[in-house]
């Protein structure tokens, strides 16, 4: 229960700190070659935005949703 329970506590914590400290170079590198990209570079119009603005508008039933998987999961 240790191993997990400082696993979370350093993804919750580390993770957004070294987001922080790279900032917009974290863009820098290509993850995806840029033939499979989408079409669009409008970061407006990306399945990531979308899912963050549903987070940010309904952050208790997005909670209770992935509270309800990660339970399935542990039984």
């Given at each position: 229960?240790?191993?997990?329970?400082?696993?979370?506590?350093?993804?919750?914590?580390?993770?957004?700190?070294?987001?922080?400290l790279?900032?917009?170079?974290i863009n820098?590198l290509?993850?995806?070659?840029?033939?499979?990209?989408?079409?669009?570079?409008?970061?407006?119009?990306?399945?990531?935005n979308?899912?963050?603005?549903?987070?940010?508008?309904?952050?208790?039933?997005?909670?209770a949703?992935?509270?309800?998987?990660?339970?399935?999961?542990?039984?």
């Open positions: 229960m240790l191993i997990p329970a400082v696993s979370v506590l350093a993804a919750i914590t580390l993770l957004p700190a070294l987001l922080y790279l900032g917009p170079r820098s290509r993850v995806r070659p840029r033939r499979l990209v989408e079409g669009s570079d409008d970061p407006e119009r990306g399945f990531w979308r899912w963050s603005r549903l987070v940010v508008r309904r952050p208790v039933p997005v909670a949703v992935g509270l309800a998987i990660v339970g399935v999961l542990v039984f």
